[in-house]
């Protein structure tokens, strides 16, 4: 069992920045895929960015360029640094821990951008 627990979130203003970190519990960090997902209200959950155990990264096309996404795994944390922030940005954000078919889920960190 991994629990995965999301800081970070509020609130920002049009084209500011925020840096949401993902904290994991467990030894097996190095081992799993990472990722972050968003769901905006009457949206379905969307994934943003994925970091793979050997560090190779995946971006979704509308945060391309605007969002970075890392991990320590000595620390067991993920990151997802986001700039040029936009209103349509506004969700719930959700970090994901993906290994041999197994995943696992935090809560949630709210993110709003004001326009």
């Known amino acids: 069992q991994v629990q995965l627990v999301e800081s970070g979130g509020g609130l920002v203003q049009s084209g500011g920045s925020l840096t949401l970190s993902c904290a994991a519990s467990?030894?097996?960090?190095?081992?799993?895929?990472m990722s972050w997902h968003r769901q905006a209200p009457g949206k379905e959950r969307e994934l943003v960015a994925v970091?793979?155990?050997?560090?190779?990264?995946n971006y979704a096309d509308f945060v391309k360029g605007r969002f970075t996404i890392s991990r320590d795994n000595a620390k067991n944390t993920v990151s997802l640094q986001m700039n040029s922030l936009k209103p349509e940005d506004t969700a719930v954000y959700y970090c994901k821990a993906f290994r041999s078919t197994r995943a696992y889920w935090g809560q949630g960190i709210q993110v709003t951008v004001s326009s």
């Open positions: 467990g030894n097996l960090f190095r081992t799993y895929i």
């Open positions: 970091i793979y155990s050997g560090d190779n990264t």
